[in-house]
């Protein structure tokens, strides 16, 4: 998979986020950071991600969001 600039900084953005406050961002607060408008497009991107290997996180629950071993590799 090939990952765009926002999909980078949503990584990035991420692993700095659960580094510095101890916890996951929301989705909401990932599509703020990069400039999405959309929840919509935050949910698409961050699944894709998910597909990819690169995040993990619960459907439905807050704050599950976080980097796989494959992401920080």
Known sequence: ???????????????????????SPTFEEVGTAIGW?????VSHSLHKLRK????????GLPRTLRLTKKARA
């Open 1 to 23: 998979m090939r990952l765009t600039g926002k999909d980078r900084r949503a990584l990035e953005f991420i692993n700095v986020f659960c580094e510095v406050r101890g916890f």
């Open 52 to 59: 990819a290997g690169l995040v993990e996180f619960q459907d």
């Open 37 to 41: 408008e959309s929840t919509q497009t």
